[in-house]
């Protein structure tokens, strides 16, 4: 069995990542579509069936388009969390380290 490959994480990778999903999600926001004028199609000069059809995939298009920007939002907000928690897991472990380390006293092999 082979050994699972090491783990690295880059903390300002991570929080530029994070930055970038939530202007995404902002750019997003700032230019949803009008969801009137996606409707506009519904008039009265089309048929029941193309009326329903029009509307029916205006409300889902604008259903997803809000779910894709509460999705970006949202993963910007897990990443940017697991940033913090790597860093303050990080911080913890070598505070321990630091203190081990200077609790310890070295005896050479030959006065054992």
Known sequence: MSQPPEISVNL???N????ILIELAGALGAGR????LSRKGCMEALS???TQEI????DFSADQYQDVVALLAALSTKLRKTGQSYRQ???AS???????????????????
């Open 16 to 19: 530029e990542n994070a930055n």
């Open 89 to 91: 897991a990080g911080q």
């Open 48 to 50: 029941v069936e193309v």
């Open 12 to 14: 300002a990778s991570v």
């Open 94 to 112: 070598s505070e321990w380290i630091d203190r081990y380390l200077s609790g310890s006293v070295y005896v050479a092999p030959n006065q054992r």
């Open 33 to 36: 579509p009008d969801f009137d």
């Open 55 to 58: 509307r029916a995939f205006a």
